[in-house]
């Protein structure tokens, strides 16, 4: 069989992206290429060309497809194929920014030395300004992480668990205390430190993020959390992903058993609580077993543990106070605390109208002293546990699951 060409090669390195590809490639034709639609913290949506710039990899990752030992097809793309390739798909408007991402064949170095050079090809060469994401690889080096917080907006490095022994039990090359967290920090560091003092003409930093394989490992929801806490609280981290373990057909974890899609939710929403509404780590409502409970959302879990601060009056209630309403989010308590300034809450109506979720937040407001509903909203019952509903098949997949969080 000939040598592939980009437009083939692309398509590899590019699958993960497949459950999501709506555009075709730069030129028009072929299968579709690994381009998203993703939406802005402000409101609406921008595009987003997802690539790999090889798949091959020496690391031993056991949920990972692509490891060393996986038998998937290895390719790869030359830095300025990349640059050529984004390039093409930025002036026909099919994808306004870049995440690139890489397996690690061989030295880490000069896999990441690729990747710096495809995006100093896109800023330098090509004079775009746009959005980068450009993610670590483990075993970078300082000056790496030092020249890819000048390239790029956004830099992350995948931690995958909160610990060393967690971390190893995952792939036994990766160093959590020795390289993994510390480059994250860098990282952090050097992105907080450009967002505060400016360079004229320079990139506008996005922040870090990082990113956790949940329940591969044994690690706890408080583990994974406290950590999180620690670094947002530094300014050292923007936010995190969290993917729940499924196991890959021919990988060393294929035969574990899955996370339950609803921790991974769950680890979301708590993060959101951290870093958006004002919760601190310590309130956080997390089970005798150190996880965040299953059957209720964390806001709701921590009201119901805190009875004597409910119902909250919504004609007086600071908005502080109404953020940590279930069913309350920063806008609609904004909102909230605007209009009953120049107009009269009648009830659960008007709550409704202004983006409240009425149905689990009545029974936390009250007006003019009465409560708004009689109980809290009952848990959905179970015939199985979470995660036990469902086949417990391994997935097949020839990219790793989380290679674009």
Not at 210 to 225: M, N, P, S, Y
Request: net charge positive; hydrophobic share 40%; aromatic share 6%.
């Amino acid at each position: 069989m000939g040598a592939m060409d980009r437009r083939q090669r692309l398509a590899i390195l590019s699958e993960a992206a497949t459950a999501d590809r709506e555009h075709g490639l730069p030129n028009g034709s072929g299968p579709a290429v690994g381009i998203t639609k993703v939406r802005l913290p402000g409101g609406g949506s921008t595009k987003i060309m997802r690539v790999m710039q090889t798949n091959a990899c020496s690391l031993s990752c056991g949920y990972c497809p692509t490891f060393c030992g996986g038998k998937v097809k290895r390719t790869a793309l030359a830095p300025d194929e990349v640059a050529t390739t984004f390039m093409e798909a930025y002036r026909k408007r099919i994808a306004q920014g870049l995440f690139l991402t890489s397996g690690v064949p061989g030295k880490p170095v000069r896999a990441m030395d690729r990747m710096l050079s495809a995006v100093e090809i896109l800023r330098r060469k090509e004079g775009y300004r746009g959005y980068v994401h450009i993610k670590l690889l483990p075993g970078a080096e300082p000056a790496q992480v030092e020249r890819a917080a000048r390239l790029a907006n956004r830099v992350s490095i995948n931690l995958e668990a909160p610990g060393d022994s967690y971390v190893r039990t995952l792939a036994r090359e990766k160093d959590f205390s020795g390289d993994l967290l510390p480059k994250l920090e860098l990282a952090g560091q050097l992105l907080r430190d450009a967002r505060q003092n400016p360079a004229p003409g320079g990139i506008t930093p996005a922040g870090t993020t990082t990113q956790f394989v949940v329940g591969a490992a044994g690690e706890r929801d408080q583990e994974i959390l406290a950590l999180v806490a620690r670094l947002e609280r530094a300014e050292l981290l923007h936010h995190a992903h969290f993917s729940a373990f499924q196991p890959v057909a021919g990988t060393p974890m294929e035969g574990e058993r899955p996370a339950p899609v609803m921790r991974e939710f769950r680890l979301y929403q708590a993060e959101h609580l951290l870093r958006q509404y004002g919760f601190g780590f310590d309130e956080l409502p997390f089970e005798s077993d150190g996880n965040l409970p299953l059957d209720h959302d964390p806001k709701s879990a921590w009201a119901l543990r805190h009875p004597d601060l409910f119902p909250l009056e919504i004609a007086t209630a600071p908005y502080e106070l109404l953020i940590r309403v279930p069913g309350v989010g920063p806008k609609a308590a904004l909102t909230l605390v605007s209009e009953r300034r120049r107009s009269v809450i009648r009830g659960l109506g008007d709550l409704g109208r202004i983006g409240v979720d009425t149905h689990r937040a009545g029974y936390f407001l009250a007006l003019r002293g009465r409560r708004l509903a009689p109980a809290p909203p009952a848990h959905q019952l179970r015939l199985f546990p979470h995660g036990q509903h469902l086949p417990q098949a391994a997935w097949k997949t020839d990219v790793p699951p989380c290679a674009y969080r």
